[in-house]
């Protein structure tokens, strides 16, 4: 898959998970404005490709029985992190190696609106927040996890 189309697709799925986009036009109007590039056939085939369904709340992710849960992130934070260190907007956590992925993935699922994205080596991890507040809020929530 190509950047721009990788790009588009998780912008969809992030419009469509935080708000109620009735139709593929109002989608359009909304990537657009989000300064992406679009068609309304490209739209349709993403839709399509993404498995999105038109639900009364709006398009939806097609349920998908399959996906395994991600562990707790509560109970994944208390067994893996060993350090917390702050800079500026980012927040690095030290695991044991080999537990950076998990911890990681749980951090992901968690769906916290401060964090924007991580990025897990095998023992490290990278937390990305939009400000220093939000990594302090962020770092407060794994601090109480950890008590």
């Given at each position: 898959?190509?950047?721009?189309?990788?790009?588009?697709?998780?912008?969809?799925?992030?419009l469509?998970?935080?708000?109620?986009?009735?139709n593929?036009?109002?989608?359009?109007?909304?990537?657009?404005?989000?300064?992406?590039r679009v068609?309304?056939?490209?739209?349709?085939?993403?839709?399509h490709?993404?498995?999105?369904?038109k639900?009364?709340?709006?398009?939806?992710p097609?349920?998908?029985?399959?996906?395994?849960?991600?562990?707790?992130?509560p109970?994944?934070?208390?067994?893996?992190?060993?350090?917390?260190?702050?800079?500026?907007?980012?927040?690095v956590?030290k695991?044991?190696?080999?537990?950076?992925?998990?911890?990681?993935?749980a951090?992901?699922?968690?769906?916290?609106?401060?964090?924007?994205?991580?990025?897990?080596?095998?023992?490290?991890?990278?937390?990305?927040?939009?400000?220093?507040?939000?990594?302090?809020a962020?770092?407060?929530?794994?601090?109480?996890?950890?008590?």
């Open positions: 898959m190509n950047k721009q189309k990788t790009l588009r697709q998780g912008q969809i799925l992030k469509v998970s935080r708000e109620p986009i009735e593929q036009d109002a989608l359009c109007r909304r990537l657009r404005a989000g300064g992406l068609t309304q056939a490209t739209v349709s085939r993403d839709v490709e993404l498995r999105l369904v639900t009364d709340r709006g398009y939806q097609l349920a998908v029985e399959a996906v395994p849960a991600a562990p707790a992130l109970r994944i934070a208390r067994e893996s992190i060993r350090d917390l260190r702050p800079a500026q907007n980012l927040l956590l695991t044991p190696p080999g537990g950076a992925q998990s911890l990681g993935a951090l992901d699922a968690a769906g916290w609106a401060e964090i924007v994205g991580t990025v897990a080596g095998d023992d490290t991890i990278l937390v990305i927040s939009g400000s220093e507040r939000q990594r302090l962020i770092q407060k929530r794994l601090q109480d996890m950890l008590q």
